[in-house]
């Protein structure tokens, strides 16, 4: 399902029309990434969890060359499933 299809979803499910589910999924979408951008983490119970993870800064090696880089430290998102998710992807 893309982003498209999951806005047609919203739309027929909650009896909303195109453009209110749009503006609903980018809204939710967007808190996300906000509180995300923020450090902190976004907790769905029965859904996941949302979290920030820090990566250290690493030396990589460049396969082709042998040559040596540093990789800088970065932040990623990490998504955690929760144990409702996780019981409804394993009954499939």
């Not at 589910?21 to 769905?44: P, R, W």
């Not at 082709?64 to 990789?71: A, D, F, H, P, R």
């Amino acid at each position: 399902m893309n982003k498209t299809e999951m806005i047609a979803k919203v739309a027929k499910e909650a009896g909303l029309t195109k453009d209110q589910a749009s503006k609903a999924v980018n809204a939710v979408f967007g808190s996300i990434t906000e509180t995300l951008a923020n450090g902190d983490k976004v907790q769905l119970i029965g859904f996941g969890t949302f979290s920030v993870k820090h990566c250290a800064a690493k030396e990589a090696r460049i396969p082709k060359t042998g040559e040596k880089k540093l990789v800088p430290a970065t932040d990623r998102p990490k998504f955690s499933a929760g144990q409702a998710l996780k019981d409804a992807v394993a009954k499939k």
